[in-house]
Nanobody, 121 residues
Framework: QVQLVESGGGLVQPGGSLRLSCAASGSIFRIYVMHWYRQAPGKQRELVAHIDSGGNTVYADSVKGRFTISRDNAKNTVYLQMNSLKPEDTAVYYC???????????????WGQGTQVTVSS
């Protein structure tokens, strides 16, 4: 069994910063690319950023230059540093990762429970 647990969300004023964390635990052999998604009320879930096992990153245009994704492979954890936050960044943020539990098993996609980020004055 594998679990992803996010933390670090909260209420912040425009222009402020937050750092999200997502830790994977359980029966883990290998974690492939790790993603951060977000879903605002009434909108579809969208990809914010992802990072592969080699540290290569991709960002949505809306967050480029403001958000930084990183990972600690030894801790099976992915981070999202969010700076210069705007009200339109308000959403529930989810981490997602394909994870294999054994060398012979295909990876499965796992999701965290989500963490609320609210940007408001």
């Amino acid at each position: 069994q594998v679990q992803l647990v996010e933390s670090g969300g909260g209420l912040v004023q425009p222009g402020g910063s937050l750092r999200l964390s997502c830790a994977a635990s359980g029966s883990i052999f290998r974690i492939y690319v790790m993603h951060w998604y977000r879903q605002a009320p009434g909108k579809q879930r969208e990809l914010v950023a992802h990072i592969d096992s080699g540290g290569n990153t991709v960002y949505a245009d809306s967050v480029k230059g403001r958000f930084t994704i990183s990972r600690d492979n030894a801790k099976n954890t992915v981070y999202l540093q969010m700076n210069s936050l705007k009200p339109e960044d308000t959403a529930v943020y989810y981490c997602n990762a394909p994870i294999s539990s054994a060398p012979t098993l295909a990876p499965k996609s796992y999701w965290g429970q989500g963490t609320q980020v609210t940007v408001s004055s």
